[in-house]
C-alpha cells in the first residue's frame, strides 16, 4: 500500500496517509495525462467567439440590381458571403472545450503511480479515501439522476407523438391486452384470415416478441411469424386548417396450421 504526505495549510507535511491500491496503484497512462493537461488549457478557454451566417443577417431581402443588363455579375442579396457585412458561409458557432466524465476519471486514477510514497503523483495532496468514496457516490447519484429524467422525457416525447391511449406508463411492463389493442377487419384483412393470417392494431412502442407472446396468451394460439408495419401520420386538411393524422403500427401475424382466432370467424364486411 502506497503512503503519501498530507500538506496543512500552510504547505507543510503534517502526516502520512495509506493510499489504497486499488484507488491510486492504477497504471500510469501518459496519454491520458496528455488529455487532462489539453482539458485544463481547453477549460480556460471561453468558447464564445461566433459569427453570423446568412439567415441571422438582417436586411438583403432584395436584389441589389436586376438579373440582366447591368453589366456586373448576377447576385441575389447583399448579405451573400462576398459582400462586406454579409453573412458567413460556414459561421462560427459556441461550443464547450470541457472533456467527458469517463476520460476525467481514467486520468484522476492514473495520475497516482505505484511509487506514489516516495514523492511521486501529484505532491501527496490526494483526497483521504472516505473523501474520494463520498465524490464517487455522488457522482454516481447525478448521473443516476441524470439517466431517470432522459427516460421521463423520452417516454413523454413517445407518448405525445404516437398519441397511444393506452400507454402503461413509464418503466411499467406491458400486459397482453396493452399490446394487442384491438383487431383489424377489413376486406384484405379477412381474405387472409383463410390462410391463418391475422391483422392488429398493436401498441407503438411494442416489438415481435413481445406481439407474439400477447396473441398467444390471448388466443391460445402458436404463432409462426409476426410482420409489423408503420402507418404513417396522414396530413389533413380543413380549409386554411393543416394537421396530421397520427401514425400507429399494426402486426399481421400467422399463425401454425389448423389454429384460428374466433373473433374474425364469421365476420360482416
Do not use: C
Not at 496543512?8 to 493510499?19: E, H, M, N, R, Y
Not at 471561453?46 to 440590381?65: D, E, F, H, M, Q
Not at 474520494?132 to 447525478?142: I, T, Y
Amino acid at each position: 500500500m502506497a503512503n503519501a504526505p498530507q500538506l496543512d495549510v500552510s504547505g507543510k507535511k503534517a502526516k502520512d496517509v495509506s493510499l489504497d491500491d486499488a484507488v491510486f496503484a492504477a497504471e500510469v497512462k501518459p496519454h491520458l495525462v496528455h488529455e487532462a493537461v489539453r482539458s485544463e488549457l481547453n477549460a480556460q478557454r471561453a468558447g464564445t467567439s461566433a459569427t453570423k451566417s446568412r439567415g441571422l443577417v438582417s436586411g438583403g431581402r432584395a436584389k441589389p440590381w436586376r438579373q440582366k443588363g447591368s453589366g456586373r455579375a448576377r447576385q441575389g442579396t447583399i448579405r451573400a458571403p462576398q459582400f462586406e457585412g454579409g453573412g458567413h458561409a460556414f459561421a462560427k458557432e459556441t461550443r464547450t472545450y470541457v472533456a467527458v466524465d469517463e476520460t476525467r476519471q481514467k486520468v484522476r486514477r492514473s495520475f497516482w503511480p505505484p511509487d506514489a510514497d516516495r514523492g511521486g503523483g501529484n505532491g501527496g495532496r490526494g483526497k483521504p479515501r472516505q473523501e474520494l468514496s463520498k465524490f464517487a457516490e455522488g457522482r454516481r447519484r447525478r448521473a443516476e439522476r441524470a439517466r431517470r429524467r432522459r427516460r421521463r422525457l423520452g417516454a413523454l416525447a413517445a407518448r405525445q407523438r404516437d398519441g397511444a391511449a393506452r400507454d402503461p406508463g413509464e418503466g411499467a411492463v406491458m400486459d397482453a391486452s396493452q399490446i394487442v389493442l384491438a383487431p383489424i377487419v377489413s376486406e384484405k384483412s379477412y381474405e387472409g384470415s383463410t390462410r391463418g393470417t391475422y391483422t392488429f392494431r398493436v401498441h407503438p412502442d411494442a416489438h415481435k416478441t413481445q406481439i407474439r407472446q400477447a396473441v398467444a396468451e390471448l388466443f391460445e394460439v402458436k404463432v409462426r411469424r409476426v410482420n409489423v408495419i408503420k402507418v404513417q401520420a396522414k396530413p389533413k386538411r380543413r380549409g386554411m386548417l393543416r394537421g396530421s393524422r397520427p401514425g400507429w403500427k399494426k402486426a399481421v401475424v400467422q399463425l401454425r396450421a389448423g389454429d384460428t382466432i374466433e373473433i374474425f370467424e364469421g365476420a360482416q364486411l
